[in-house]
């Protein structure tokens, strides 16, 4: 129920030659067989030596933050493919218009996310830092959903996994970009470390499951195609 809810609020916002491409309304998993409170350890407690820590360390980041990083941290608030530009080196072949397949698949793969972390968000309720700390204040909009683990880090590290078997030639700077977006949650104020690390582990589950779906690996090839001949690269298989 919660994946078409999310899948009709986007198909709203999206091109009708994107809505032919990939078919956003439909599933590539069954998000419920990966249950996160099976696949992942507890979030630790509120008042545990390691949540202290994590928490000192948010202070500590908001006190040295630098105007650029502040806002290369609010733009990664964003869930979009093309905050990974950058480590690609900024083509110009690398636009929505250039690789609707691409986009396309991409916002799908959200949906699936979004899906999967719900859920795993609800069971574990694990209070978000500037709740638990009066002393830290987020340089982002508040997140109203529960804190472990982090939505964010999980969609940077899938996009990277994805990305990075489409571009091998990028792997290392597609991987470290995806690091730096998790790690901007905590930057922002919104996250604790653990957090970060839960939502990374979720991704390598969602992947693995995606990569086995039949109807995944048809619309991944056809946009792995794409993306490599929008941005002149040699075909691979």
Not at 44 to 66: D, F, H, M, Y
Request: hydrophobic share 40%.
């Amino acid at each position: 129920m919660l994946l078409a809810l999310v899948a009709s609020a986007l198909l709203q916002s999206c091109t009708s030659t994107q809505a032919r491409v990939v078919d956003l309304a439909s599933s590539y998993i069954d998000a419920r067989k990966i249950d996160l409170r099976v696949l992942l350890p507890p979030p630790p407690a509120e008042n545990s030596e390691t949540t202290r820590n994590e928490a000192a360390l948010i202070i500590k980041l908001q006190s040295e933050i630098g105007p650029e990083e502040a806002e290369r941290a609010r733009g990664d608030a964003e869930a979009s493919i093309y905050r990974f530009a950058d480590a690609l080196g900024n083509p110009e072949g690398f636009t929505r218009k250039r690789v609707p397949r691409t986009h396309a698949l991409f916002r799908k793969v959200t949906l699936e996310q979004a899906a999967v972390v719900h859920v795993g968000k609800e069971e574990f309720d694990r209070r978000r830092p500037f709740r638990a700390n009066p002393g830290i204040e987020p340089i982002v909009d508040k997140p109203r959903t529960a804190s472990y683990p982090s939505g964010h880090s999980m969609w940077a590290r899938t996009v990277g996994l994805l990305l990075a078997d489409m571009l091998p030639e990028y792997r290392e700077k597609i991987m470290a970009r995806a690091d730096e977006y998790a790690f901007n949650r905590v930057v922002a104020g919104v996250h604790y470390p653990s957090d970060i690390e839960a939502g990374k582990l979720a991704a390598t589950a969602l992947v693995a499951f995606l990569l086995a779906s039949p109807s995944f690996q048809q619309d991944y090839a056809e946009a792995k195609k794409e993306l490599r001949e929008a941005l002149q690269l040699p075909a691979i298989p």
